[in-house]
Nanobody, 126 residues
Framework: QVTLVESGGGLVQAGGSLRLSCAASGSIFSSSVMGWFRQVPGKEREFVAFTSWRGGSPPYADSVKGRFTISRDNAKNTVYLQMNSLKVEDTAVYYC???????????????????WGQGTQVTVSS
């Protein structure tokens, strides 16, 4: 059983910063891909970033590149999303997702993930 619990969301003014955390329980973390997605009511879920236990340069959505940074602490089974220079359009529910590494997956699509957290609301005011 894998459980993902996000935290760190909240209300922030445009230009501010937040750091989201996703704590994972279960045996998945050490050999997994961990991703962040976001969703606004009435819109499709949007990829934000992912990180693989193998390391390498994490891919980011163009809309957040240069402002958001994804990282992971394998000792704590936790993945983070540092969000700087926040914009009003970053307002969304942010979800953490996890999956084991499977050949052929891009991990840019939510359908590539098997486990999801409950989400945390991020609201950026102007």
């Amino acid at each position: 059983q894998v459980t993902l619990v996000e935290s760190g969301g909240g209300l922030v003014q445009a230009g501010g910063s937040l750091r989201l955390s996703c704590a994972a329980s279960g045996s998945i973390f050490s050999s997994s891909v961990m991703g962040w997605f976001r969703q606004v009511p009435g819109k499709e879920r949007e990829f934000v970033a992912f990180t693989s236990w193998r390391g390498g340069s994490p891919p980011y959505a163009d809309s957040v590149k240069g402002r958001f940074t994804i990282s992971r602490d394998n000792a704590k089974n936790t993945v983070y999303l540092q969000m700087n220079s926040l914009k009003v359009e970053d307002t969304a529910v942010y979800y953490c997702a996890a999956t084991r590494i499977v050949p052929g997956r891009s991990y840019l699509d939510g359908r590539d993930y098997d486990y999801w957290g409950q989400g945390t609301q991020v609201t950026v005011s102007s």
